[in-house]
């Protein structure tokens, strides 16, 4: 056995299909898109190579640049939204003595739905006429508060980031949760017999020891909220005027709606960049040594 493990020839023999599956999934479908992003192409006929044009005129569209913005800004808030109430829930539940099991389940449940069901629930409970959320504040004498609220300009982006906050806290609190039993009791024990208040266990002791569960929700956060589609797509398309639209739903808009597939593959390409950028933004700021005790 040791000898067939030794012989290079055997070795390369067993890699070899996993790695030409790697490159018929993964790598092929890079460079083709890459390559088309270079193309004026409608999806029959001939390619027609015109260079940088497609990223020339991204920076000149308004409707790009404004869902890059959309973005940016849905970026910021689930990572808030979705991680510090994570962490607080994931803090809470370890304090527990029993119970914990049910929590635990209840806070993953939503992770374990379609987002297609999410989108159309909340799809419904923001509706102007029967949605449950203007039935609550017309019960509560708030009337004035009502709104038809994928359609206001002032609250439709909100809108649609809230049902992604709720169905993705629960994910990174089971995995916070893991990251906070794997701590030594004693740490904390000999906190709070030296009078650390909860708050001070929390920020001297447990988030510096989880800074790196952190990381990689932090990573999955951030890549997960800039690759969105399915839950806004569902709600609003993109609306109104676009104050809803991210950067995937304008480049499925341009590829699979108007057929401009050269277009939509430089969209693609500025989109796996900028998730490139923020991984590695998010890796330097959070790259410290492992603090021991």
């Known amino acids: 056995m040791v000898k067939l493990l030794s012989n290079k020839k055997v070795i390369a023999l067993f890699v070899l299909p996993g790695l030409l599956l790697f490159a018929m999934v993964f790598v092929y479908p890079i460079i083709y898109t890459i ?3 270079f193309t004026s192409w409608r999806g029959v006929g001939g390619k027609e190579y015109i260079g940088f044009s497609n990223y020339t005129e991204l920076f000149h569209d ?12 849905i970026l910021g808030i689930a990572l808030a939204g979705q991680l510090i109430p994570a962490l607080f829930f994931a803090i809470l539940l370890s304090n527990l003595k029993r119970g914990t099991r049910f929590f635990r389940i209840v806070f993953f449940i939503p992770v374990l739905l379609s987002s297609t069901a999410i989108a159309l629930m909340w799809g419904q409970i923001y509706n102007s006429n029967y949605g449950m959320l203007n039935a609550l504040l017309r019960m509560m004498g708030l009337e004035s508060w009502m709104k038809d609220w994928l359609s206001d300009p002032a609250t439709c982006l909100t809108a649609v980031i809230i049902p992604v906050i709720w169905q993705w806290i629960g994910y990174h609190l089971i995995i916070m949760y893991s990251g906070l ?19 001070q266990v ?24 800039i690759k969105i589609f399915d839950n806004i797509y569902i709600m609003t398309a993109g609306g109104p005027y676009n104050l809803t639209a991210t950067i995937a739903i304008k480049m499925y808009n341009e590829a699979f709606l108007k057929m401009n597939f050269g277009y939509g593959s430089a969209i693609v390409v500025i989109l796996c960049i900028i998730c490139m950028a923020v991984f590695l933004f998010i890796n330097k ?6 603090i021991e005790y």
Do not use: H
């Open 202 to 225: 929390a920020v001297r002791i447990i988030i510096p020891m989880m800074q790196d569960i952190i990381k990689v929700c932090v990573i999955l956060a951030a890549v997960g909220s």
């Open 285 to 290: 700021v959070m790259n410290r040594e492992a």
């Open 62 to 73: 308004k409707v790009f640049l404004l869902s890059v913005k959309n973005t940016m800004c």
């Open 35 to 37: 390559n088309l992003s």
């Open 181 to 199: 039993k794997a701590i030594p009791d004693q740490y904390i024990e000999a906190a709070r017999l030296d009078g650390a208040t909860n708050f």
